[in-house]
């Protein structure tokens, strides 16, 4: 990996995209000022503290040294000439379309705060496709007709965001202007990544229909696992022969209990609706959509299958977080679980290595644990919601002699069946045949 000529860079939004792009570009060799509005966020990043969970973050921002910088200012990031990366937010509002509030804001702020010729802005977030011609028409009424602007979408998972920043599939800039693509482009000379130098609108939709597909494939495999289910065949040798096909891949292809997070519930319904209001209905999304809902709640007809009526049964959810190595609960299974089981009329209890403070706040009436084999002792059945390694470190053989019932429903096809049958317990994984 070589290094880029330095540039000056200024991040807009200290969140996870922020903090994560802006560290990696500051490592390879860029200045870099992030600045965020949460003036208690900014104090704890400037004293050294990442209010975020992603593994190698910390070790990168405290290497980086001066190279990277936090402030509550915006005009600081406006002082001098720089490529201003824009990653706030764009959460799904009531109708699934992406909330563009904190883009336009920012767009008003930069314009009130007079931006130097030679800033070039460049969008992370995630954002409709025609948000760039729109943003490109109100900067220049703004009288900021001298500031480039690009699309920059980011394609980073979380628990893998530094070493998915290092290793790019692909860069990809969208724009009119190639004084602009150029200089977002040079951010990351050296990654050696295939580049896809573009207009505007299909850069957008490129991170739109990455994520949409992605999705895709998770809800298909998910719907052959739920037929797998009925029929006796196996998900997971099916998705290592599927996988095989160099057409076809093995990535995203694990079955399970759906996907969550901060990014594909919300870029699905966003692309969804950005069809719907062109005037296309996208009847494959819905359905994408719809499997997820479900697939969610199939653990609870495993469990009732072998515990009957859930009143008064005690479960316990290992894994509460949307993901291993993520601190993240947005749109986690864990949370629809959680609440479909007490309506059921369960004790639930919960686990998870680093999110049982997160946890406190979303899941009321759960009973959480740190310790993975106290929260399993005299239970009726084990659920798990998020494949973290730690689990594989649970003493199965104890914990079967302390459950009330040796159930484990794996919602993730984490576990060896034969193994955990061979210790007494009842196993069920999604789409894996019982025994
Ligand atoms: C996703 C994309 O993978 C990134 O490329 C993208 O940049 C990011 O969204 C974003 O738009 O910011 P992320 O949400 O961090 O990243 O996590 P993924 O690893 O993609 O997993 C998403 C969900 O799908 C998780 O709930 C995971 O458990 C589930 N999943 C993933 C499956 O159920 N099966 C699979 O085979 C893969």
Redesign the pocket.
């Known amino acids: 990996m070589s290094t880029p000529q330095p540039q000056k860079v200024g991040i807009v939004g200290a969140g996870w995209?922020g903090l994560v792009t802006g560290a990696c570009l500051a490592e390879l060799g860029h200045d870099v000022v992030i600045r965020d509005v949460d003036e208690t966020r900014v104090a704890a990043l400037s004293s050294g503290e990442i209010p975020i969970y992603e593994p190698g973050l910390e070790a990168c921002v405290r290497a980086v040294g001066s190279n990277l910088r936090f402030t509550g200012d915006l005009a600081e990031l406006v002082e001098e000439p720089r490529v201003l990366l824009v990653c706030v937010g764009t959460p799904a509002m009531y109708s699934g379309d992406a909330d563009m509030t904190a883009v336009h804001q920012v767009v008003a702020e930069l314009a009130a705060a007079g931006v130097p010729e030679g800033t070039v802005i460049a969008m992370k977030s995630?954002v409709p496709v025609g948000t760039g011609s729109a943003i490109r028409k109100e900067l220049d009424e703004r009288g900021l007709k001298h500031v480039g602007y690009a699309s920059n979408p980011?394609?980073?998972?979380?628990?893998t965001a530094l070493k998915d920043f290092k290793n790019p599939d692909r860069v990809v800039v969208g724009g009119d202007d190639d004084e602009a693509i150029d200089r977002v482009v040079a951010l990351y000379d050296g990654l050696g990544a295939p580049l896809v130098r573009t207009d505007v609108a299909s850069a957008e939709m490129i991170?739109l229909a990455?994520?949409a597909f992605?999705a895709t494939?998770?809800s298909f495999?998910n719907e052959i696992a739920n037929v797998c289910d009925a029929t006796g065949a196996d998900v997971t040798e099916v998705a290592r022969g599927m996988g095989l096909d160099k057409r076809l891949g093995p990535?995203?292809?694990?079955a399970?209990i759906?996907?969550?997070?901060?990014?594909?519930p919300k870029?699905v319904s966003a692309l969804k609706q950005l069809a719907g209001n062109s005037g296309y209905h996208f009847q494959l999304l819905n359905a994408v959509i719809e499997v997820n809902e479900l697939q969610k709640r199939r653990v609870i007809g495993k469990l009732t299958k072998h515990l009957g009526s859930l009143r008064g049964k005690v479960v316990t959810l290992l894994g509460l977080t949307?993901?291993p190595d993520?601190d993240d609960m947005r749109e986690a299974s864990s949370l629809v679980l959680a609440s479909r089981l007490i309506a059921e009329g369960a004790d639930v209890r919960g686990w998870d290595p680093v999110a049982v403070e997160q946890a406190r706040a979303l899941l009321p009436g759960v009973d959480l644990f740190e310790d993975a084999v106290a929260a399993l002792e005299g239970v009726d059945a084990a659920v798990i919601v998020t494949e973290w390694s730690h689990i594989g470190d649970i003493p199965f053989a104890e914990v079967q002699k302390t459950m009330r019932t040796p159930l484990i429903v794996d919602g993730r096809n984490l576990l060896d069946p034969a193994e955990l049958r061979g210790l007494g317990f009842t196993y069920e994984g999604i789409g894996r045949p019982s025994a």
Do not use: M, P, W, Y
């Open positions: 995209v995630t980011e394609f980073l998972a979380e628990g991170k990455s994520n992605l494939r998770i495999v990535h995203f292809l694990k399970g759906g996907f969550g997070g901060s990014c594909f870029d949307f993901k993520t």
